[in-house]
């Protein structure tokens, strides 16, 4: 049973252009979200997260926002850049103490057409 | 920053070896993570340890051990290498458990099993 779910295996963008990655969830336990980035042969890079209190997060041109409702969240990325081009992973987790890792998503390749 | 050191990038082992991957962070983190990466199935948590001599099975346990004998270093075990254990291997540490530490990732061990 995936918990997590990125619908989307591949984007691509124009670049200049706002890039639109999403997630969904379905553990209601989940409270704290993140994504990664990934390039090839290099291990995920920490990007952006975001608390269940919030329903936005921005970091310069990276802007998370989560629909609890709907369990949904969805990066933003604006301008999209060439180095953007990498694969992303929404991770999810839960801050009350659990002692389980992050369950990740499969990962969305983004492509960065210039 | 914190880094996180996987001892090879590329290793091939043959079916039924006994296989060492060994993981180092310099960051004093308690908690110490393996994942496995393969297409089209993103990151699947293996084992993770939050204290030295502590382990905890995680999603995709079998075929696996590991060993934390001092905080700093954490490694996985296949007791009986197998085809299906070929992909890439990814180490992380993060400071809590949870959602609201992110993990720091190696850069991988990408082992082939022949």
């Known amino acids: 049973d995936q918990q997590v779910k990125q619908n989307s295996p591949s984007l691509s963008v124009q670049e200049g252009r706002i890039s639109i990655l999403n997630c969904d969830y379905t553990n209601s336990m989940f409270d704290y979200f993140l994504w990664y980035k990934k390039y090839p042969a290099e291990g995920p890079t920490f990007l952006i997260s975001?608390?269940?209190?919030?329903d936005k997060n921005e970091d310069g041109r990276f802007t998370v926002f989560l629909n609890k409702s709907a369990k949904h969240l969805s990066l933003h990325i604006v301008p999209s850049q060439p180095g953007d081009s990498a694969v992303y992973f929404c991770a999810a987790g839960n801050s009350g103490g659990g002692a389980d890792g992050l369950t990740f998503g499969k990962g969305t390749h983004l492509i960065i057409q210039p | 920053d914190v880094k996180v050191t996987q001892s090879s990038r590329y290793l091939v082992k043959r079916t039924g070896e006994k296989v060492f991957l060994e993981c180092v962070q310099d960051m004093d983190h308690e908690n110490m993570f393996w994942y496995r990466q393969d297409p089209g199935l993103g990151l699947r948590l293996i084992y993770f340890?939050?204290?030295?001599?502590?382990?905890e099975k995680g999603d995709i346990p079998e075929g696996y051990s590991v060993s934390r004998e001092k905080k700093e270093r954490f490694s996985l075990i296949l007791e009986s290498a197998s085809t299906n254990q070929t992909s890439m291997y990814l180490c992380?540490?993060?400071?809590?458990?949870?959602?609201?530490?992110?993990?720091?990732f190696g850069n991988g061990t990408r082992l082939t099993v022949t």
């Open positions: 992380a540490s993060s400071l809590g458990l949870g959602g609201r530490s992110p993990l720091h």
């Open positions: 975001i608390s269940s209190i919030k």
């Open positions: 340890s939050y204290d030295v001599k502590m382990k």
